[in-house]
């Protein structure tokens, strides 16, 4: 299968469009190919979890294609955000719990047919503006390993640049989706 590296959410959605039922072996490939030792995601979604969200969809889409405008498109989230059934931890080990449902904004989108692939990376408990302040280790810059990633949305940030995901969530709590040290990602 061809790599899903470096795809855009514009190509992802015309690949998906064309193919749905390419859906599931496509995502498991993309999910498998992913490093789970790379710094800048917390979590990676498990082959059950990543089913548990492609089946329903591709039922869906079957039915109603247009009621499902991000149909397969993988998202990931910062940590900081709940995923219904996925660890949130705010990059704090010791402040990890389950979380019983999804954030709004992750519920919308899976309710568009996005599908959530990992839970990323952040300085912890998103209060820091240089993505170097992890229990979970310092994310890489994308572009030049001498220089910080920026921002505690880091780990969203560089899966984003690196073409991990269609695209993903961040937040700003004290600045770091506009006092930018690093790259700029979509904030919620």
């Not at 514009?10 to 993309?30: E, G, K, M, T």
């Not at 990931?76 to 660890?87: E, L, Q, Y």
Request: net charge negative; aromatic share 8%.
């Amino acid at each position: 299968m061809a790599s899903t590296f470096g795809l855009t959410l514009h190509d992802w959605q015309q690949r998906l469009q064309l193919a749905p039922q390419q859906v599931i072996p496509l995502l498991a490939s993309h999910l498998a190919a992913l490093d789970p030792q790379d710094n800048a995601w917390i979590y990676l979604a498990t082959p059950a979890q990543l089913m548990a969200q492609l089946e329903p969809l591709l039922a869906q889409f079957q039915r109603d294609p247009a009621s499902l405008p991000l149909f397969g498109v993988p998202f990931a989230v910062k940590d900081n955000t709940d995923v219904a059934g996925w660890p949130t931890t705010a990059a704090c080990p010791a402040f990890t719990y389950i979380a019983d449902n999804d954030a709004t904004v992750v519920a919308r989108l899976k309710a568009a047919g996005a599908v959530v692939i990992g839970k990323t990376n952040l300085d912890q408990f998103a209060t820091g503006l240089v993505g170097s302040r992890s229990p979970y280790g310092a994310v890489t810059n994308t572009f030049d390993a001498d220089y910080v990633s920026g921002g505690s949305s880091s780990g969203s940030a560089s899966v984003l640049a690196r073409g991990l995901v269609g695209f993903s969530l961040g937040t700003d709590t004290a600045g770091s989706g506009r006092v930018r040290p690093g790259l700029t990602i979509l904030s919620v």
